[in-house]
């Protein structure tokens, strides 16, 4: 309990410092990590709630699905993408638009039976139907391969460019691809059968995240300030 409380105050500290930076800077970048934060936190909040009421809700269990199982990393990576080719990333976005609207239309209708969690606040796509085309467990697979497929490289490629002319930078963005490979392996290992593990995960992939967006912005302020 003491892990998901750490983990909803880190998501949601994040993203409103994300959001500040939108609101200084509006860019696509900017946007788009705005939104996968904002998923994020409201994905860990409804896991959250989930446990203290001792169970999930059908509207608080869609929540989850479609902002964390679905769409946890598929926003920050097409955000990472923008970073370094903002067309490739608006033609992706947009490519992928009918695929947000079948996704989000799955979640909201298919049907649920909670009778299949192990427990009554797991945080499983189990009470969904077994993966098929008309099951959302299936479309959670291609959103967060991509997400974490752009996220990680960027990060690995940025930590790359810049670990000698801009060391700060490049550890924030080095703890950006621990966090990622973090909540990946977290959710990994989610999608198998194994749960438990997912508050330690999520506390400390969103602490990685945090501190690494905090290095990386305090970068480009020192980088300025040489300037």
């Given at each position: 309990?003491?892990?998901?409380?750490?983990?909803?105050?880190?998501?949601?500290?994040?993203?409103?410092?994300?959001?500040g930076?939108?609101?200084?800077?509006?860019?696509?970048?900017?946007?788009?990590?705005s939104?996968g934060?904002?998923?994020?936190?409201?994905?860990?909040s409804?896991?959250?709630?989930?446990?203290?009421?001792?169970?999930?809700?059908?509207?608080?269990?869609?929540?989850?699905?479609?902002?964390?199982?679905?769409?946890?990393?598929t926003?920050?990576?097409?955000?990472s993408?923008?970073?370094?080719?903002?067309?490739?990333?608006?033609?992706l976005?947009?490519?992928?638009?009918?695929?947000f609207?079948?996704?989000?239309y799955?979640?909201?209708?298919?049907?649920?039976?909670?009778?299949?969690?192990?427990?009554?606040?797991?945080?499983?796509?189990?009470?969904?139907?077994?993966?098929?085309?008309?099951s959302?467990?299936?479309?959670?697979?291609?959103f967060?391969?991509?997400?974490?497929?752009?996220?990680?490289?960027?990060?690995?490629?940025?930590?790359?460019?810049?670990?000698?002319?801009?060391?700060?930078?490049a550890?924030?963005?080095?703890?950006?691809?621990l966090?990622?490979?973090?909540?990946?392996?977290?959710s990994?290992?989610?999608?198998?059968?194994?749960?438990?593990l997912e508050?330690?995960?999520r506390?400390?992939?969103?602490?990685?995240?945090?501190l690494?967006?905090?290095?990386?912005?305090?970068?480009?302020?020192?980088?300025?300030?040489?300037?």
């Amino acid at each position: 309990m003491v892990l998901g409380l750490l983990a909803t105050a880190l998501s949601w500290a994040l993203f409103a410092l994300t959001f500040g930076r939108f609101r200084r800077r509006p860019s696509l970048p900017n946007a788009l990590y705005s939104l996968g934060l904002f998923f994020f936190a409201l994905a860990v909040s409804a896991e959250l709630l989930a446990r203290l009421q001792g169970g999930w809700s059908p509207f608080l269990y869609r929540l989850w699905y479609l902002t964390g199982a679905m769409h946890g990393v598929t926003f920050l990576g097409l955000g990472s993408l923008a970073l370094l080719k903002p067309r490739a990333a608006r033609g992706l976005l947009l490519a992928l638009s009918p695929l947000f609207l079948w996704g989000l239309y799955l979640v909201a209708s298919a049907p649920l039976d909670f009778a299949r969690l192990p427990e009554p606040y797991a945080p499983l796509g189990a009470a969904f139907p077994p993966p098929s085309l008309t099951s959302p467990r299936l479309w959670t697979i291609p959103f967060n391969l991509l997400g974490t497929a752009l996220m990680a490289g960027v990060a690995l490629y940025t930590t790359l460019l810049f670990r000698r002319q801009n060391p700060l930078r490049a550890r924030g963005t080095a703890l950006i691809l621990l966090a990622t490979l973090v909540l990946a392996s977290t959710s990994a290992l989610n999608r198998f059968g194994v749960a438990g593990l997912e508050e330690v995960g999520r506390a400390l992939g969103v602490g990685l995240l945090y501190l690494g967006v905090a290095f990386a912005d305090r970068s480009v302020a020192y980088a300025g300030g040489r300037a």
